[in-house]
């Protein structure tokens, strides 16, 4: 975290606390004064009674002493019962008040991690592709040195497409006016040509595929394709170049089910839960070798709700990840 976020946290945690504890011995103080005024008032219910004793009968002095003490007693439960309901309405609010804090901070730390990605994502393409145009314009290359610079331009243009869609399709999805057109597509099909892509992008790695044909699902293409993009995308990102990617696609009683398996180092069972959160990047950003801004996952899962799916991790044995959508019939 931020050391800025950690210092804000850590002064709001302690006036926050400061002002439970204040709260709590003010109810505190409340119960006690109300306990002490209310035996004072016995005590001097009990004199007038002892003043007018001979004018009671034994019964009448008894009945009279009786309903003191009774009403003593009633006011003593009632001030424990109130400050009871009061204490527990107290912590219960300061719990949900000091949760929705740590929400908010972390929700702003992930924001702050998401703009430090997305500035370095942005301005790594933007200056590859400025200094190869510049190179492009000042030298006079041969046929084969320009073939190679147009291939790296088209290739960082195309990242910076892929982050750009992403960006623009997580403001859409989360938008309640959101509405996308859904025709009958084979996925089998957008699946070939999602891999086709990736290896003219990646010619040095190995994808494997088990890919069962006219697997039909009715959806969006454009969002089932960023679907697609992205966990492949991630399965290069955390993978060796030596470690195949392999793809299979089959259908079931209950749906089309969709599975990426990578080599990749795998991903810890705590954080399993954690990878489909907006913005949220496994380890710590400002050390962080591989790219990304933690949008990836995050729409697999809103666009896999959105075509009545779910998507899940597993471990890869011996080793890597595996994620897999199904489509639900």
């Known amino acids: 975290m931020p050391a800025t976020i950690a210092k804000r946290l850590k002064r709001t945690t302690f006036v926050f606390w400061m002002l439970l504890f204040y709260i709590i011995a003010a109810l505190v103080w409340w119960y006690v004064s109300l306990q002490h005024q209310s035996r004072l008032l016995t005590e001097q219910q009990y004199q007038n009674l002892s003043i007018k004793k001979e004018e009671l009968s034994p019964d009448e002095y008894n009945v009279e002493y009786s309903a003191i003490s009774k009403d003593k007693e009633r006011n003593t439960q009632k001030y424990a019962g109130e400050g009871v309901i009061f204490l527990i309405l ?5 719990y949900f008040v000091f949760r929705s804090i740590k ?32 190179t492009l314009q000042k030298y006079n290359l041969d046929p084969e040195k320009q073939k190679k610079i147009i291939k790296t331009t088209l290739a960082e243009t195309a990242r910076l497409n892929f982050l750009t869609s992403n960006i623009l399709v997580s403001a859409q999805l989360e938008s309640s006016n959101t509405s996308s057109d859904k025709e009958e597509l084979d996925l089998s099909t957008l699946l070939k040509d999602c891999i086709r892509d990736f290896q003219v992008r990646y010619p040095e790695i190995v994808f494997k ?5 006219e697997a039909d699902v009715k959806g969006d293409a454009l969002l089932l394709q ?23 696609l089959h259908r079931e009683k209950t749906g089309i089910v969709l599975l ?3 080599g990749g180092p795998g991903i810890p069972d705590e954080e399993k839960s954690k ?5 949220y990047r496994i380890g710590n950003e400002s050390t962080r070798k591989t790219q990304g801004t933690g949008l990836g996952l995050y729409l697999c899962k809103k666009i ?25 019939l």
Not at 90 to 94: D, K, P
Not at 103 to 123: I, P, S, Y
Not at 275 to 279: D, Q, V
Request: aromatic content about 8%.
């Open 275 to 279: 990878i489909f959160s907006k913005f």
């Open 209 to 213: 595929t088990e890919i069962e044909d």
């Open 260 to 262: 990426l398996k990578d």
């Open 226 to 248: 960023m679907l697609i993009n992205n966990l492949l995308e991630n399965a290069i990102k955390y993978s060796p170049k030596e470690s195949p990617i392999t793809a299979v």
């Open 103 to 134: 929400r908010q901070f972390k929700l702003q730390q992930q924001q702050q991690n998401f703009m430090m990605a997305v500035t370095h994502e942005l301005k790594t393409p933007i200056s590859i592709t400025r200094l190869n145009l510049e």
């Open 304 to 328: 896999a709700a959105t075509h009545n799916g779910d998507i899940s991790v597993t471990n890869n044995i011996p080793k890597g990840s595996i994620f897999t959508v199904i489509f639900k």
């Open 90 to 94: 107290i912590l219960v609010g300061a």
